[in-house]
T-cell receptor, first 113, second 115 residues
Framework: GNSVTQMEGPVTLSEEAFLTINCTYT??????LFWYVQYPGEGLQLLLK?????DKGSNKGFEATYRKETTSFHLEKGSVQVSDSAVYFC????????????FGGGTRVLVKP | DAGVIQSPRHEVTEMGQEVTLRCKPI?????LFWYRQTMMRGLELLIY????????DSGMPEDRFSAKMPNASFSTLKIQPSEPRDSAVYFC?????????????FGQGTRLTVV
């Protein structure tokens, strides 16, 4: 079946530091890959996505590249801010699986001033 | 569009009581999902609908849980009777039909506490 594995947190950083959150997946066929972000007390918001191999998703300074050869979709940001403190979820879906999202366990990121 | 709307935002109930969570998906979306989030188990898919029809309810924990979608603009998740271990945040999400996979849009969630 489909599965997503992401690094466990919490990840604690200083402002302006470089952030990487690793995500690898297992899936048959050609899934789409997503990063969602959850701020305290809120629902999940789409951060970025990539629908095919070698695509790069980007938003708000975050980037992730769909790597089929390594089945990975690592999230990166060059200079984090305190406002980036949140829980980040890697996810995939496939049309053949009813478009339902399979999530990783989430990674809590805390950025200190 | 106002996005996915869930109600109530918070619910506190006593063990044994019936609880009903409500969701209004984004207009025009064909898929509706119910997820549960807990510290121990993370995000779990409970059930999802396509065009108001339940497609996969294998994530529903037990018979105490039921979900309905009587029309394209409304869905409910019911727990009867509720138990303390049902305490969690319940999210509803919807997504449009597309040739390729599309993302799901989440509501703000309902925080359920069963005492």
């Amino acid at each position: 079946g489909n599965s997503v594995t992401q690094m466990e947190g919490p990840v604690t950083l200083s402002e302006e530091a470089f952030l990487t959150i690793n995500c690898t997946y297992t899936a048959t066929g050609y899934p789409s890959l997503f990063w969602y972000v959850q701020y305290p007390g809120e629902g999940l918001q789409l951060l970025l996505k990539a629908t095919k191999a070698d695509d790069k998703g980007s938003n708000k300074g975050f980037e992730a590249t769909y790597r089929k050869e390594t089945t990975s979709f690592h999230l990166e940001k060059g200079s984090v801010q305190v406002s980036d403190s949140a829980v980040y979820f890697c996810a995939l879906n496939r049309v053949a699986a009813g478009n339902k999202l399979t999530f990783g366990g989430g990674t809590r990121v805390l950025v200190k001033p | 569009d106002a996005g996915v709307i869930q109600s109530p935002r918070h619910e506190v109930t006593e063990m044994g009581q019936e609880v009903t969570l409500r969701c209004k998906p984004i207009s025009g979306h064909d898929y509706l999902f119910w997820y549960r989030q807990t510290m121990m188990r993370g995000l779990e898919l409970l059930i999802y609908f396509n065009n108001n029809v339940p497609i996969d309810d294998s994530g529903m924990p037990e018979d105490r849980f039921s979900a309905k979608m009587p029309n394209a603009s409304f869905s409910t998740l019911k727990i009867q009777p509720s138990e303390p271990r049902d305490s969690a945040v319940y999210f509803c999400a919807s997504s449009p039909r597309g040739e390729r996979q599309t993302e799901a849009f989440f509501g703000q969630g309902t925080r359920l506490t069963v005492v």
